[in-house]
């Protein structure tokens, strides 16, 4: 078992920046993939990024493509999510997700979550 706890989440203008970080215990030297997945008021939860072990594949949802980026520190067992050029549409909670493999796979069902932080956007 494998517990994650995102941070960073908060208020922020439109075309703004914020980078949220995760970071796993339990089971913490797992070779796990890493990801982020988003849900706002009303809306079904939606795949954000995810990155390899590794580090070196990174996946995007299009909406996300160019504006965030995936990245990981293996040492300090934390994954990060830049923010950049936000807009309204991207509030929501965000939701840290680790697999059981070492490369994503493409399963939009991760084996662990986290509680989420939210991230507010302002017009």
């Known amino acids: 078992q494998v517990q994650l706890v995102e941070s960073g989440g908060g208020l922020v203008q439109a075309g703004g920046s914020l980078r949220l970080s995760c970071a796993a215990s339990?089971?913490?030297?797992?070779?796990?993939?890493m990801g982020w997945f988003c849900q706002a008021p009303g809306k079904e939860r939606e795949f954000v990024a995810a990155?390899?072990?590794?580090?070196?594949?990174?996946h995007y949802a299009d909406s996300v493509k160019g504006r965030f980026t995936i990245s990981r520190d293996n040492a300090v067992n934390t994954v990060y999510l830049q923010m950049n050029s936000l807009k309204r549409e991207d509030t929501a909670v965000y939701y840290c997700a680790a697999w059981r493999t070492s490369y994503w796979s493409g399963s939009y069902s991760p084996d662990y979550w986290g509680q989420g932080t939210q991230v507010t956007v302002s017009s």
């Open positions: 339990g089971r913490t030297f797992m070779t796990y993939t």
């Open positions: 990155i390899s072990y590794s580090g070196f594949n990174t």
